[in-house]
């Protein structure tokens, strides 16, 4: 079996482990595939990007990504003001503020 050394000490198999062979009907052995398999969510997905990138890049991202995503609020709240001015109505009445 060989393995591979990824820096850190941590050797890790790079052949798949072994399939049992015996009297399994077809559909047990589609269940243990489909048991064996991650499902991919966000949050894997996220995981996977991460683990290429710094520590330090990672925070620039998540910065960027938090300043687009408060600049997108605060835009709508304008447009809604504006909106509001437009037609007549205060616009703290929009905001169920009276």
Avoid: W
């Avoid at 000490?9 to 243990?32: C, I, K, M, Q, Y």
């Amino acid at each position: 079996m060989s393995t591979t050394n990824d820096g850190k000490g941590n050797g890790r198999s790079l052949n798949p482990p072994p399939r049992t062979v015996g009297a399994a009907s077809t559909s047990s052995v589609g269940s243990d595939v489909s048991n064996r398999r991650i499902p991919v969510t966000p949050a894997v997905l996220r995981s996977i990007f991460a683990s290429s990138r710094t520590i330090m890049e990672e925070r620039s991202i998540s910065r960027v990504a938090f300043f687009r995503f408060a600049g997108f609020l605060i835009s709508c709240i304008f447009i809604s003001v504006a909106a509001a001015r437009n037609r007549g109505r205060p616009a703290a009445a929009m905001l169920g503020m009276l």
